[in-house]
């Protein structure tokens, strides 16, 4: 990753004084190039842990074949990534499903931080039974994993990590879906630059996830927000309209609960 960021910024400078669509297309090309080069033996390392695991009947290779299916399923997401970012310019139209807030939320909580025995995560979902966003999975994907990777990063690997989701009455009815973390925070200075492109509080960052995640919420017809205390951590708020068809959020909301999710 160190590699690659380094590779964008030199192309960044390289490409300042020139056109910005012609930048951005520049980038995209680079960046699918990159991501070839690496994801080839990941791939074939994620085949074979998933073939040896496979009629075995310990613990163990049930562990294996479970971590193999995540990084499988990974795989296919970001091989997906690449095709979308191969077609600068005219990128393919969001594939919209009805989508399970809960089930959703509950299985992305426990996906971006698998493996992370060191940081205490809480889910709090106040959702109606039924409620739905119509949503780009694949897409939402990959903003909350950026959410979590940077929260994660921001605690130095150990810490509370928080998952809340609530709907929002209103004209248009939301769910607001918080990320919150006990890192360290963000500098005053710094909140107003954070969705630009390029700018990283980080030396290994792009500086392209939290851009490019405001870019997929808002295409969805939400938006993204955050707030921080230095010293104390951070909280990003995604909204999104609910699905035309939901379900009344007055009778059958369950009450908040907080689930500790097993490691």
């Given at each position: 990753m160190a590699i690659l960021s380094r590779r964008i910024r030199a192309l960044e400078s390289e490409l300042s004084?020139?056109?910005p669509e012609a930048v951005?297309?520049?980038l995209a090309q680079h960046i699918a190039h990159e991501i070839k080069n690496g994801f080839t033996p990941i791939v074939m390392a994620a085949r074979q842990l998933s073939i040896g695991a496979r009629g075995r009947g310990d613990p163990y290779a049930a562990s294996v074949a479970e971590y193999a299916k995540l990084i499988e399923e990974g795989c296919d997401a970001i091989r997906r990534f690449h095709t979308t970012i191969s077609q600068v310019g005219s990128p393919p139209a969001m594939r919209l499903d009805?989508?399970?807030l809960r089930s959703f939320l509950e299985e992305e909580a426990k996906r971006t931080t698998v493996g992370r025995d060191h940081v205490h995560v809480e889910t709090a979902f106040d959702l109606p039974s039924g409620a739905r966003i119509r949503a780009d999975r694949d897409d939402l994907r990959r903003v909350?994993?950026?959410l979590v990777n940077n929260a994660v990063e921001a605690m130095d690997g150990r810490g509370t990590l928080r998952f809340r989701a609530v709907i929002e009455t209103g004209?248009?009815?939301t769910v607001r879906i918080d990320v919150e973390d006990t890192g360290c925070g963000i500098a005053p200075s710094d909140m107003d630059r954070l969705f630009l492109p390029n700018?990283?509080?980080?030396t290994s960052g792009t500086g392209l996830g939290l851009f490019y995640s405001r870019k997929i919420v808002r295409d969805h017809g939400g938006d993204?927000?955050?707030t921080s205390v230095l010293g104390e951590g951070s909280v990003f708020t995604v909204t999104l309209p609910l699905d035309d068809g939901r379900p009344s959020v007055s009778d059958d909301a369950t009450p908040t609960e907080t689930v500790d999710i097993p490691r």
């Open positions: 004084k020139r056109d951005s297309k520049s009805a989508v399970d909350l994993t950026n004209t248009t009815p700018f990283s509080t980080r993204i927000t955050a």
